[in-house]
């Protein structure tokens, strides 16, 4: 069984945006600030979550239900898209609050 493997950029990639959507969060909960998780973010986490299920699912001998590898993987790079446009709301949110409280 030959089994791909997600990049290890996009990995790194998905790590970081979690990191920094975490320490914005964190950031703006020591000032009293609040940022609500944004319905992009929802979508990003059930795109992962779907991905995730594809790509472990390759290996499992349902070649029949097509291309698992494949679907997991252009699945994972929508929620790598949407994962960064979710982390851009959650600036933009920490931003707007920070020009609020003048800080």
């Known amino acids: 069984m030959n089994v791909d493997r997600v990049s290890a950029l996009v990995a790194l990639l998905i790590i970081g945006r979690e990191v920094a959507v975490t320490g ?19 979508y990003k986490m059930a795109l992962q ?8 699912l390759e290996g499992t001998g349902l070649a029949e ?12 790079y ?3 898209v949407l994962g960064y446009i979710s982390g851009g709301q959650y600036v933009w949110s920490f931003w707007k609050q ?3 409280k003048g800080l």
């Open 98 to 100: 920070v020009v609020a």
């Open 65 to 76: 239900l097509g291309n698992m590898h494949l679907a997991g993987i252009v699945t994972l």
């Open 49 to 56: 979550v779907v991905a995730i299920i594809l790509l472990i």
């Open 24 to 42: 914005i969060r964190a950031i703006a909960a020591s000032e009293g600030m609040i940022i609500a998780a944004e319905t992009t973010g929802k």
């Open 78 to 80: 929508l929620s790598l």
